[in-house]
């Protein structure tokens, strides 16, 4: 295989060692179906795709009986490493794909809320799904544009909803987001972090508007992967930054970090499908 | 620029070009419905614009006459606590008759999918012996990511209101939810 090829297989490693990693780290937080103590509360909420889901009852049959949820848990972790190991596997990360999505429903089905930081295992898997490597670049590409638009749409809806421009809307949503930390774990860092900004108030007006122009600085990514390495770096940053303040940890979302790495762009290479290179900024 | 990845991928794949234009046109809808369905999602958490409240309500979880510290747990085991109660005393609110049932009934009548509605009510809403399951799961669960028996269980709302220099200061607390082995 040539060595331009290669970068199929490389970018497969980072997709797959991640979703690996996620597993693990799930796991540790006892987040895998295996782990739930068959929940009953359902919480759908006006998810079609969920509603759909739940209606064939396989949720509550995976979730019910502990041995399913277990062969359920060890397969997806089995399929992940299998993926590792078959990284031009299409069927492999088809099947993938299908335990991710499946994961992802039962999951937020059950915990009550349909949070997003799971996302980027299931939209980086997509392009490993497809046939050729062109219709990979192509989904490759893609899913960098997906990144792109969660942040930017992230920006463009505190900016259409006014939020943007209210000084009060971080105070009020810490306030909230954090009543419980201080609560119970008063004398953490955080809780002292939380109360220095609350007692500082034009800070977290500072913080905010900082926020805003680092999402809605992704819409550059449209145009140009000239600032790829800077959306980069500000995507670490905003991520730490949201646990550190906000407590969301988004970090499963740092996958979509690997479409935007140098070596990741796939302007610079050839296949065998045509020796003509594809442009695509 | 965006454009011209759209024109090279008409020209090099007419079946992904249709795939994306139909994929950014859903997604336009469902943004301006606000509603998200799988795969589009919306990432407008925390812009609409919040208040301050007087008061700010956090459960309380007495575990063999004992309260915990939920936070000591890791962060998605007590999400997965601190959200499902949150759900449990909404339904309760509803006389634990779940809402999400008039919804169903008025999406499938709209989509004459009536012989359906007895099971989509059986499987997307939670019946109403929900009250009386949950409770067992909560302990269920409690005892795996706590790693011990839980012989008692009661969860309480409390309410909470901030002093002048932010720290909070219980005000009230009720019961919503109380288990017992015996």
Redesign the interface.
Known sequence: MSKDLDYRKRLGYMVFGFVLLSLVY?W????LLS?????????????????AY??T?IP?LLSNHFVLALLFDLFFIGLTIGCLMRVRSRLLSIVLLIWA?TY??IYHN?????G?SF?GI??MIIPFTMKGD??FR??W??VR?YLC???A??AL??IF???AF?G??L???L??QH????????ESLIAGIV?FL??HQWMIQVIFAIVVAVQLSFLTG???KKYDRILLTLMVLFVAADYLV??I?FAELLIFGIALLPFASVTNHRTTDSPNE???? | ??N??LI??YS??KK?FFL?IAFILL?VFF?YKS?????F?????????????DQ???FEFIVNDEPI???NL????H??I???T???QF?QKHQFEDP?VK??KRRLHAAMLKG?MD??IS????SPN?EN??P??MV??L???MKLVVNDLQINL?V?E?DE????KLVESHPILTYSKE
């Open positions: 799930r540790l937080s006892g987040a782990q739930l103590a068959s929940p009953v509360l359902v919480s759908p909420f006006a998810d079609n795709f969920f509603w739940l209606f009852d509550r999505v992802y429903v059950y915990v009550g809320h349909h997003h996302l299931i939209f062109k219709t192509i989904t590409e893609a544009y638009f969660i942040f749409s992230a809806w505190k909803r006014g939020s209210d009060d809307h105070v009020a949503t306030l909230s009543i419980d930390l201080l609560v119970y774990k008063p109360q609350l007692n449209f145009f140009t906000m407590r940890n594809l442009s695509v900024s | 620029m965006k011209l990845f090279n991928t090099q794949s992904l994306f997604q943004t509603v998200e369905t799988i795969p999602f919306n990432y407008g958490m925390y812009s609409a614009p919040s208040k301050v409240y700010y309500e956090v510290n939920p936070l890791p962060m998605l085991a999400n997965m601190f959200k499902t949150s759900r449990y339904l999400i919804t169903i359906l099971r989509a499987s997307i809403s939670n929900i399951s949950f067992f799961w269920r669960y005892e795996k990511v409390n909470y901030y220099h932010y720290h909070p």
